[in-house]
């Protein structure tokens, strides 16, 4: 209501000083003008400035509310297979925060083994369920840095209801083209630190971290080729559902032992 009287007021200042001009004096006219007519139009500039600082702080709080909304990370479990010949793996990560829990399953379902990684810490502890044991994993080889081509191509498809982009990427002395089917639907910064922290040997890994595309993207499915394009290894992700994790699944069961060589 504030808002629309003020504005009658300034459409109707035009009309007012002609007015003023036509039926008053001059010397009264000057007289108006400056004094009470000035204390009014600065108490309407001071309103106004008010206002808008009002507004401007209003956007300024909606917007960093919604983005980060929009860009808030991950939560919830993804699953993936790991194809190489006849052989299937299973995996399944789930994310909190920068918290990592890597489950691998055998084709029965039954886990075999859990890694706990901290995104923070850079710290990997191997969890062996079987036995109630856990152990220090964490890798702290250099990361290598692969002489690879890449190439961003126009080719898209839907991956489980998700809109992926196809990056390829080619190391002539390893004899190797990988296509990497990626997406950005949602934020997964996680993904890119997680590979760096497991600094794993396997191309697929490797390859990954040279993608300029990755930052806060994941890959749905990974095709490793030979130059023929004979396929060696694929990653595909299963199944990918938000939700909120206990915390308790990132911490070493109770009762558990350290091992010991």
């Known amino acids: 209501k504030q808002h629309i009287l003020f504005l009658l007021d300034v459409l109707s200042l035009p009309a007012l000083l002609a007015d003023l001009l036509y039926y008053v004096p001059p010397f ?3 007289f108006l003008l400056c004094f009470p007519f000035k204390s009014t ?3 309407t500039i001071k309103r106004t400035q008010i206002q808008k600082m009002k507004l401007n702080f209003f956007l300024s709080t909606l917007f960093a509310f919604l983005t980060t909304v929009a860009f808030a990370q ?7 297979e790991k194809k190489s010949g006849e052989r299937v793996n299973s995996y399944q990560y789930f994310v909190q ?8 399953a055998d084709i029965d379902g039954k886990v075999k083994g859990v890694m706990l990684i901290d995104l923070s810490s850079k710290t990997i502890t191997a969890i062996f369920p079987e036995r109630e044991l856990y152990m220090d994993a964490t890798n702290s080889n250099p990361i290598p840095t692969p002489d690879v081509k890449l190439k961003k191509t126009s080719n898209k498809k839907t991956i489980n209801g998700i809109d992926c982009f196809e990056w390829l990427v080619t190391s002539e002395s390893d004899k190797t083209t990988i296509s990497y089917w990626i997406t950005k639907d949602k934020n997964y910064d ?3 630190d997680l590979l760096m922290i497991l600094n794993r040997k396997e191309k697929t890994s490797k390859y990954y971290l040279a993608v300029d595309y990755i930052k806060g993207a994941f890959t ?3 095709i490793e080729m030979n130059l023929e394009g ?8 299963t199944s990918i559902e938000e939700k909120k994790l206990e915390s308790s699944i990132f911490e070493i069961p109770e009762g558990y032992q350290v091992f010991e060589n």
């Open 28 to 30: 009264y006219f000057w």
């Open 41 to 43: 139009y600065i108490s």
């Open 74 to 80: 991950f939560e919830g479990i993804i699953k993936f």
């Open 97 to 104: 925060d920068n918290l990592v829990r890597i489950e691998e």
């Open 190 to 192: 996680f993904f890119v």
């Open 220 to 222: 749905m499915e990974g």
């Open 230 to 237: 004979k396929e060696i290894t694929s990653i595909k992700v």
